[in-house]
């Protein structure tokens, strides 16, 4: 199940590579290659690229679409007759090494997956799919970045990319209740709720872990956390690694089992969302009968309820809200966060008219944990900053730990001074006292 890292490249990755991609191409892939007119829309709607058009550079490179390029040609070989027949005069589609190194930099290190080039399709292609595929195709042939690599075979081999396994979870979430003086129950049974963090929450926003089990605490709801299912990320989707997808989803599906609950509540990571609410459900149909939310619509659903009730807005600052691209545009989950922040900001500014145009904050996809990415990343922000800049707000309220770090991470090495917040952490600290 290891992911490899190869340096070199030879005939044989070349062959696993054509071959996975032309085994991914079923008919809803090819009309997505065969829709693409090559208008250029797309271009303007990727972050990578206005990142570097902001910088007064053009790199045609960046365009979405370009990004499926080869996979569009081995399409063509395979599955049209003036491909076939180039194919056979001698025409055929040849892979050089260093084009399978390209691939690699536009697949991994210039998407994030964030969709926003979908929504501005005229054709309404879905290439963060076919980027997938030829992510898929590179981790295939061993050709995953090593960053990328070692996260994700850390995930299987310790349960989480940051190395977190059992007893160092059992560690952090000891250290959590006694720093924060809250309750965390672990592997209650039955309960009706099972809170599943991420490993960057544990290890670098603890106090949003923390805050989490405040709100859990004063739903009233019986929850538990678990040491089967204690990782909430899933690397295999950033790989492309079926089999890595599946084993993550596996200890998630044995650890809610194990606990009897009826709902799965994904943290502030919008991956985590994606593979538990969207993905699990098809990689185990039979068994998936869990109803799957994330911490902010469980929020929201609670407030709506009156189960939650808050004491009045704790931010006093002009602030803006960064959406999740997993969690909103991909997930659906755009409103309830603005209505959330509504109630605790004195002055919330959105920073997009339509709130499924809003933009990725550069890391997501894996690109954060690959180190050669971190050009692109940075470049990725400066679009970032220009919605930010628009709003004259200087605190971002966030849903997603990985966009926090990653957010900090650009805001810090482009020397800017933006606060980036967790909205969880808000809400926590905004709940009416007992009484």
């Known amino acids: 199940m290891a992911v490899l890292s190869k340096e070199e490249i030879g005939q044989e990755e070349v062959e696993k590579f054509y071959q996975f991609c032309k085994k991914s191409i079923d008919m809803e892939v090819a009309s997505y290659l065969e829709a693409c007119v090559r208008c250029g829309i797309c271009a303007e709607a990727c972050l990578f690229y206005m990142g570097e058009n902001v910088s007064g550079r053009i790199d045609p490179t960046l365009t979405p679409a370009y990004k499926a390029d080869l ?59 076919l980027v997938s595929i030829v992510r898929g195709a590179l981790t295939h042939a061993g050709l995953t970045p090593k960053d990328l690599a070692d996260a994700t075979n850390l995930s299987v081999e310790k349960g989480s990319p940051l190395g977190v396994d059992t007893q160092t979870f059992l560690q952090r979430l000891e250290f959590i209740s006694d720093e924060y003086e809250v309750n965390i129950p672990i592997d209650r049974k039955p309960s009706e709720y099972l809170y599943i963090p991420s490993s960057i929450e544990l290890m670098k926003f603890p106090s949003s872990v923390a805050s989490a ?84 619509e469980l929020i929201d659903r609670m407030l709506t309820e009156g189960r939650l009730r808050l004491k009045g807005k704790v931010l006093k600052e002009t602030a803006t809200l960064h959406d999740s691209c997993q969690i909103g545009r991909r997930g659906g989950v755009l409103r309830e966060p603005r209505r959330i922040l509504k109630e605790l900001a004195e002055d919330f500014r959105d920073s997009v008219l339509i ?81």
């Open 71 to 129: 996979l569009r040609e081995i399409y063509k070989e395979n599955y049209t007759l003036l491909g076939r027949l180039k194919k056979l005069f001698g025409f055929g589609v040849k892979i050089k090494p260093e084009e399978l190194k390209e691939q690699a930099r536009l697949a991994f290190y210039t998407c994030t997956n964030c969709d926003r080039c979908t929504k501005a399709c005229p054709m309404g292609i879905d290439t963060p799919r």
């Open 213 to 296: 089990a405040k709100v859990l605490n004063r739903a009233g709801v019986s929850w538990s956390m678990s040491t089967v299912a204690h990782e909430a990320t899933n690397f295999g989707l950033f790989a492309q690694s079926r089999e890595v997808t599946r084993e993550m989803l596996r200890r998630v599906l044995q650890g809610a089992k194990d606990l009897g609950v009826k709902y799965i509540i994904a943290p502030e990571c919008g991956h985590a969302y994606q593979s538990m609410r969207f993905i699990a459900p098809n990689v185990f149909p039979e068994e998936w009968d869990f109803e799957v939310l994330n911490i902010v």
């Open 355 to 435: 709130p499924e145009h809003n933009i990725c904050c550069g890391g997501g996809g894996g690109v954060l944990v690959i180190g050669d990415a971190d050009y692109y990343r940075q470049k990725a922000f400066i679009s970032k900053m220009t919605l930010f800049d628009k709003t004259k707000a200087r605190t971002v309220v966030c849903y997603c730990a990985n966009c926090m770090l990653a957010l900090t991470k650009s805001s810090q090495e482009l020397k800017r001074d933006y606060r980036f917040v967790s909205m969880v952490e808000l809400v926590a600290e905004a709940l009416e006292e007992e009484t």
